[in-house]
């Protein structure tokens, strides 16, 4: 039977997970978290993807506007760089889903030399499937916080959000996360026909808020054909 990636034989940290839809209040429970950690005099590390962040950003920002620093790092190795430099007694991995699947193996490591780590992200993408990494950090979490939002059409509990308006087409470029967006093979002739990323590619074109998304219930969820 296969082990989950996440077991260790070693003497391990924690993983603490705060997963949900857009606007279910994952970064406003991160935030929260981060403060209440600070106050107790725990030695924070903050770090976000600078693809949602903007480069020049140094900051996790709520869809209200509340924000606290942050460290924006372009990938995984950078973040594995950023979070191994020093003794963090906690690191705090926001958007976690924009790392894809190795981010795994790094929160093992972390928690491998005793520290807490916390990952927040969205578990599902805008088609409705699941959005590694974070439901294999549901499944091998000590804790884990599912947050809904509110639909926009009922109100009731959202755990799916829909893109609004048409789509951005990006053209030929490659997605951070390492795979193509095309159909290509990474070092082929860039195919110059305008093509639609798959909900799983991290793409510039999927990056938005309340402009480009609605949080939807399960009956008003409707997954884009
Ligand atoms: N449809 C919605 N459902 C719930 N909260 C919403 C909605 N639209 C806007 N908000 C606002 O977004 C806040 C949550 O923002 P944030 O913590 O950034 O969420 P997330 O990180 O999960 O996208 C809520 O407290 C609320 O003020
Ligand atoms: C659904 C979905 C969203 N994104 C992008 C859109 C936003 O920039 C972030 C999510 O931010 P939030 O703090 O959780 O509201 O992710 C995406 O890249 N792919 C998706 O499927
Ligand atoms: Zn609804």
Request: proline content about 8%; glycine content about 10%.
């Amino acid at each position: 039977m296969p082990v989950h990636p996440l077991a260790s034989p070693r003497p391990a940290g924690r993983l603490e997970v705060i997963a949900g839809p857009m606007f279910s209040g994952k970064s406003e429970e991160l935030m929260r978290r981060v403060r209440r950690a600070k106050i107790a005099g725990v030695k924070v590390l903050v770090v976000s993807h600078s693809l949602d962040t903007g480069s020049d950003l140094s900051a996790i920002t709520s869809h209200i506007g509340v924000n606290i620093p942050s460290v924006p790092v372009g990938d995984v190795e950078s973040l594995a760089e950023v979070a191994r430099d020093e003794d963090w007694g906690l690191v705090a991995i926001d958007e976690a889903q924009f790392f894809g699947p190795d981010l795994v193996p790094v929160v093992l490591d972390l928690m491998t030399r005793g520290t807490t780590v916390i990952v927040e992200g969205l578990c599902v993408t805008f088609d409705g499937g699941p959005f590694e990494p974070m439901p294999t950090f549901m499944a091998g979490a000590e804790d884990v916080l599912k947050l809904t939002a509110v639909c926009t059409i009922c109100g009731r509990d959202a755990v799916f959000h829909q893109r609004v308006g048409s789509p951005a087409r990006t053209n030929g470029q490659m997605a951070t996360n390492g795979q193509m967006a095309t159909n290509g093979q990474i070092g082929d002739a860039v195919d110059q026909t305008p093509f639609e990323p798959r909900a799983t590619d991290i793409d510039a074109s999927h990056i938005g808020g309340l402009e480009s998304y609605v949080a939807r219930c399960r009956e008003h969820f409707a997954p884009p054909h």
